[in-house]
Each structure stands twice: as C-alpha cells, then as structure tokens.
C-alpha cells in the first residue's frame, strides 16, 4: 500500500461582515432560494421519478417550497437492492487506494466549488445559521471524507506479528457480504453525508434513506459524490417513509448492516426486526446507531461565571437546541445562581431569533410543525407547573416560520418533566442544589435520564473536578471539562454516547470504519506436512 495520506481538520471560515465568503454565500442562499428543484430517486445512478411527492420548505418560512421530492416505496426499494447488490460485485474487489481517492477528491470539491451550495442548501432546509452550516455541511463533512481515508489506510495497515518461518500469515480486509442501510437524521448534513459514505469508503453498497424533513442538502451531496467519481450503484438514494422504504429492506435476506442516526423509538423497532427476521439473513447484520440524548451541566461553585454563561447559551440554544448533544438540564450551585442568573439572562436578552438569512440572527427556526408542537408541548406544561418557574423564552409563533424563544425553566423538582425527557429544541432546565450536596447531586446527574450521549462540568476546582469525571463514567460518551457538550470534532472528539443513546461506535474514528469491514485470516503454508503422525504417537 502507498504511504497513508495524513489529514488535517477542515478550517472554519468566519463570515464576518464584509468578508468575501460572506457576499459569496449570500449569494448561492438567495440563487438557491429563487429556484424549486425537482428531485429524483438515484438508484443505479439513474433518476427516478415515481409521481409520489413531497415538498421540500424552509423551516422559517414555510410557506416558502424549495423543491418537490419524490418518494420512493416497495417497488423501488426493491430495485435498489437488486441495484446494489450488482454494484457489490466489482465495488467490493476495487482497491482501496481508488476508494480513497474518490472520496478525497469528494473533500477537495467540497473545500472549493460545493461549499457555498451544500451550506446555503442546510442553512434554506434545515434553518441553520451560516456558522452552524459552515462547521456542520461544509468542514464536518470534509473531515469525515479525509480522515476516514486515513483511518482505513491505517486499519489496512494491520497485519499478524508472527508468521514463523515456513509459513505467512496475513489479514485481507473485506467489505460486508450484502448492503449496509443508512438512515439518516434532519439536523447534521454531515452526518448524513457520512453514514453511506463510510460503509463505501471500505468497499460496501449502501442504500440511503434521508430524513424527509432534509431531503434537499442530501440532494446535492448525491450530485457531489457523482462529480466525483462515485461509481453509479454505490449509493442508492431513497427518499420516502420508514415503513414504505425500511421495512422492504431491513426484512431482505442480503442486509448486512444498519448505519443509523435517530431516535431511539425508530432505533429499538430497528433492532427488533432485525432481531425477529435473524433466522433469514446471509449474514448477521452490523448494527450501528446514535439516537437520543438528554444532556447535563453540571456546575461546581468554583466555576467561572462569565465561562459557564457561554457554555450553557451555546451548549442549549445554538441550531435551536436540535443537537442529539444540546444541552437540556443545568445543576447550578445555589451560592452561585444569583450572579449566574443576573449574567445569563442579560446575554440572552441580546440573541436574535429570525431568518438565516440576516447573519445577525443567532437562533432561527425549529425544522417542522411536529417538532414545533412537540416541543410547545412541553414549554406549556411548565407554564402550568407548580414547580416551574419560567425564567426566560416561553414565547413562540408558527405563523411564518417555526420559531421558539429560547426558554429556561427553574425547577424545585429535579426528575421534573423536562428534566428527564428529551425535548429536542430550546429548552433548558435549570435545577439548583447545596454545594454540600455534591456527591449527591453527582449521582442524580447519572441517574435523572436514560440517556449517555454527552455531558459537560464546569468549575476551577481540579479535585472536584477529577472526582465528578470518576464518578460520572459511563453518563456520557463524550464527557467535556470547562467547555459545553456540543461540537465534537473529527479526529478530535470521536462522538457517540451509550446506555439509550447508541452502540457508541464513534463516528469520525477508525472504530466505526471497523464495524462496515469483515476480515479474512489467511495462512499460506509453504512447508506443508506430509504425515499425519506426531511425535508423541513414538513407541517408547
């Protein structure tokens, strides 16, 4: 194998004002926003048009359609197997170092030519704000494309220390024998672009289910991917419903795998019918999945305040607080809490709440009325809760776009509703404890939710500090010290949590590329025996 190829994370552009990826990003958001794009089923690299559609609308104005989707069902999921299993044949025996290459050049495009069209397609669909694109579709989505060539290479790399003399030992790294199913969610373009791409890189087939509510960026990850060289059958791209799509496909003998990211609902019934269906499949299929989170800060007295304001404004509100790794529920020292409050409310008091499309807005639009509902739902029974106070946000308005303020509830109750539940949107729950309760509080953070995804504490006391990590080990897969729990990098922070909220195969490592491969041992003798007979068989 050639050299591995060492990748190095994507810079994140600023979009200040004035600046030249500004006025240019800017630009594609308002080009984009004046079309409505069609978009087909891509099986086989061809365009399918089935008639039954959906549309595609901006979250913040959803009056607003940017394309009409078509919907694929059983008829098409079928042909999409058919389709992949084919492109398994000569996609499975292609060499690595040609894999990789497509997937690199995927990266290099995206650093140049597709970045303004797959943020300004994220910030249109999902209402995200430029800096929220930018760290998410544009330099997430590169640095999986680049650092899981390398870890592949690496992975490749690995070979048998022994072969004693006569013999070679050696490992051959194959791809899965059947396709991998990627479902993936509305709230990371990244993560969408990389759940059928990394079971790709390592030579499987996959067929491609998008969220319905993000059809539109993933849209035009297909057409980069095919830019850059992605052969047609690789990736199948099936928009439609989890049952028309996924119950054709998770019940097919040839399922090799699951790549997942969702709730946990969607997760379990998952599991379960591949659990029912095991008897018939070639082979037993990889499960892989990152669903829910409800997750914690937890503040010593010794934390800084101006630090800890930060941590829990961007940790809970930024993209609408629609990260799997938001921050929902705050513990706050009481000794503390009065010169918190005073800071924390005055920053908030400054967040705008509007279109994407004004770069001064710092929240936008929750993506869908049966979030927006879901979420409301919850803010209305605090307001009615004997043991709630509402301390900011509470107000929302769907009448152009599906805005909600950004709420903080203070709660007396620490398994209260909204303490325990995952709410998926700008909600965050403040409980307020004696610092000489410490410990105690320590083991409710672990206990409160099912949940653990991730977590952060926050305060200058390096003892305490060091005992919250020990005690708190597995409430959180990604566990962060004086800094929010949001915003894992890859080939930093490899990210996925345990308990309800996933398998924890961290994507953005070489741990998850291993679960899409299925290796070969292979000894080659070369002094082959010539008699069964063993020495000790002798006579004495």
């Keep these: 194998m050639s050299e591995i190829i060492k990748a190095v994370n994507e810079p994140i552009k600023s979009y200040r004002s004035g600046s030249p ?12 926003a004046s079309q409505n794009f069609d978009i ?29 989707y078509h919907k694929a069902g059983e008829t098409e999921a079928n042909l999409a197997i058919d389709t992949a299993m084919q492109a398994w044949k000569i996609w499975s025996k292609t060499s690595l170092e040609e894999r990789t290459t497509i997937f690199r050049k995927a990266a290099d495009l995206l650093q140049g030519s597709w970045r303004d069209t797959i943020n300004a397609a994220t910030m249109l669909n999902q209402s995200k704000n430029a800096f929220q694109a930018e760290i998410d579709a544009a330099c997430e989505l590169i640095d999986f494309f680049n650092f899981n060539a390398q870890y592949a290479e690496q992975i490749y790399t690995n070979q048998p220390l022994i072969s004693p003399e006569g013999m070679h030992n050696s490992l051959e790294y194959r791809p899965l024998e059947g396709f991998v199913f990627a479902i993936t969610p509305f709230n990371f373009t990244s993560i ?12 499987n087939v996959a067929l491609w289910k998008p969220a319905s509510s993000a059809v539109y960026p993933c849209h035009f990850i297909m057409q980069l991917l095919k830019e850059a060289g992605l052969p047609d059958g690789v990736i199948n791209f099936l928009p439609g419903s989890g049952g028309e799509v996924g119950d054709p496909v998770l019940k097919n003998r ?26 018939q499949y070639k082979t037993y299929p990889r499960i892989v999945g990152e669903t829910g989170g409800k997750d914690f800060c937890l503040a010593h007295e010794s934390a800084n305040i101006e630090e800890l304001v930060t941590a829990m404004i961007r940790g809970a509100f930024e993209f609408q607080g629609q990260k799997c790794s938001a921050m929902s529920r705050a513990y706050i020292p009481r000794t503390i809490w009065k010169e918190l409050k005073e800071k924390y409310l005055t920053e908030l008091e400054t967040i705008k709440v509007g279109s994407p499309r004004d770069f001064t807005n710092f929240m936008n639009a929750v993506i869908d009325k049966p979030a927006f509902d879901s979420i409301t739902k919850y803010i209305d029974y605090a307001k009615n809760a004997d043991e709630t106070e509402l301390i900011s946000g509470g107000r929302y308005d769907e009448s152009v776009g599906y805005y909600i303020q950004p709420t903080t509830i203070l709660t007396s109750d620490p398994l209260f509703k909204t303490m325990v539940e995952e709410i998926f949107g700008p909600v965050l729950t403040i409980y307020l404890y004696d610092p000489a309760d410490w410990d105690s509080t320590i083991d409710l953070v672990d206990l409160t939710s099912p949940y653990g995804l991730t977590g952060c504490i926050i305060g200058k006391d390096k003892e305490a500090m060091s005992h919250a990590k020990d005690r ?3 409430s959180a897969g990604n566990f962060y010290i004086n800094d929010k729990p949001t915003g894992a990098v890859v080939g930093q922070q490899p990210f996925g949590g345990s308990r309800s909220s996933g398998t924890n195969d961290k994507a953005g490592s070489e741990l998850n590329l291993q679960r899409w491969i299925s290796i070969r041992t292979v000894k080659e003798t070369f002094d082959t025996p010539k008699d069964y007979r063993y020495p000790f068989l002798e006579k004495d």
């Design 40 to 68: 087909p089923l891509i099986i086989g690299g061809k365009e399918i048009y089935t008639g039954n559609t959906e549309n595609c609308v901006m979250p913040h104005d959803h009056q607003h359609v940017l394309a009409t």
């Design 472 to 474: 708190l080990t597995h």
């Design 192 to 203: 969408a672009g990389n759940l059928p791409s990394a079971p790709a890189l390592v030579g």
């Design 21 to 32: 990826e500004r006025e240019s990003l800017q630009a594609k958001y308002d080009e984009m």
């Design 254 to 279: 040839n399922l090799a795998g699951v790549h997942f990211t969702g709730s946990t609902e969607t997760f379990q019934h998952i599991w379960k019918t591949i659990g029912t269906n095991i008897n």
